[in-house]
Nanobody
């Protein structure tokens, strides 16, 4: 399955954005989904995952970001609120079947989309 992340943009600190992960086919519904991000000069970082309907978040986004899927599970979202300049990065969605203990590991996900840029100004 091919994935495309969309919904990024430029927003002021404190603002909100909702990212969408759009798959190329319905096999996406059979996979777990995650979001990662990569800031310039930094390694790709786990942000959030939805593993068999259980959400996980990196500590820095807890209470501000919400991961979800639509009822058909053919789309996934990352709702980001109270954005901070340190959230600035390219955001990627990923899909796969990681063991629950490996949900933070990028290598556990088989499918990746092109990222979408999120820029938060102070």
């Amino acid at each position: 399955v091919q994935l495309q992340a969309s919904g990024g943009g430029l927003v002021q600190a404190g603002g909100s954005l909702t990212l969408s992960c759009i798959p190329s086919d319905r096999t996406f519904s059979s996979y777990n989904v995650a979001w990662f991000r990569q800031a310039p000069g930094r390694e790709r970082e786990f942000v959030s995952a939805l593993i068999w309907s259980k959400p996980y978040y990196v500590d820095s986004v807890k209470g501000r970001f919400t991961i979800s899927r639509d009822g058909t599970m053919n789309l996934a979202y990352l709702r980001m609120t109270n954005l901070k300049p340190e959230d600035t990065a390219v955001y990627y969605c990923a899909a796969g079947a990681p063991l629950e203990s490996y949900y933070r590991d990028a290598s556990a996900y088989e499918f990746w989309g092109k990222g979408t840029q999120v820029t938060v100004s102070s």
